[in-house]
């Protein structure tokens, strides 16, 4: 059993589009993290979070403690968006969901 | 300020060899931590270091080892490499475990 659920595994959008992605975990956490990676390998950290919300530029993470699910959320969608989005929880180590991988189509 | 370097880029290995795989951390971070990749496995925690001290392992073989240096530059080794040790080996850094962390390229090792 993984202790991070991601959904959906991929997903393509048309540009411009809301998009949503999820993540429920089952591990106590001390934080939660949205990681982006692109073809080559590097990632790259998007949010850190232990409540609530945060927002960069189109990017929003929000969290929900007592429900043990987080969201990443990309408004109005763009092909450079295109990237495996990666969740994961951390306590004492990581615990990584498998990624969601998002093409987005102009 | 530079980000965090990870040294060989790329690798190629014989079976039964052994390698090691470098990380300098962004200035001013003495946390450390180090990831495998695979197709199969997905992103797997291998270890942490602070201060030159191991705070946390992951479940891998003893083959797997590392070490953290006074200037919190941080490498790992793989003894007796295997097929299935291919992977692309992430490290990342933070000012102190729990803070957020920032990863480097990667080193992609091919075992053959």
């Known amino acids: 059993k993984n202790e991070v659920e991601q959904s959906p595994q991929n997903l393509t959008a048309q540009e411009g589009e809301f998009i949503t992605i999820n993540c429920s975990y089952s591990?106590?956490?001390?934080?939660l993290h949205w990681l982006q990676q692109h073809p080559g390998g590097g990632i790259v950290s998007l949010f850190m979070l232990s409540s609530g919300k945060k927002k960069h530029g189109r990017l929003i993470a929000t969290i929900n403690i007592q429900e043990k699910h987080s969201s990443l959320h990309i408004t109005a969608s763009h092909p450079r968006d295109s990237a495996v989005y990666i969740c994961a929880a951390s306590l004492n180590q990581f615990y990584f969901g498998t990624g969601t991988s998002l093409t987005v189509i102009p | 300020k530079a980000g965090v370097t990870q040294t060989p880029r790329y690798l190629i290995k014989t079976r039964g060899q052994q390698v090691t795989l470098s990380c300098s951390p962004i200035s001013g971070h003495r946390s450390v931590s180090w990831y495998q990749q695979t197709p199969g496995q997905g992103l797997q925690f291998l270890f942490e270091y602070f201060s030159e001290t191991q705070r946390n392992k992951g479940n891998f073989p003893g083959r797997f080892s590392g070490r953290q240096f006074s200037n919190s530059r941080s490498e790992m080794n793989v003894s007796t490499l295997e097929l299935g040790d291919s992977a692309l080996y992430l490290c990342?850094?933070?000012?102190?475990?729990?803070?957020?962390?920032?990863f480097g390229q990667g080193t992609r090792l091919t075992v053959v």
């Open positions: 591990v106590g956490i001390s934080a």
């Open positions: 990342a850094s933070s000012p102190e475990p729990g803070r957020e962390a920032f």
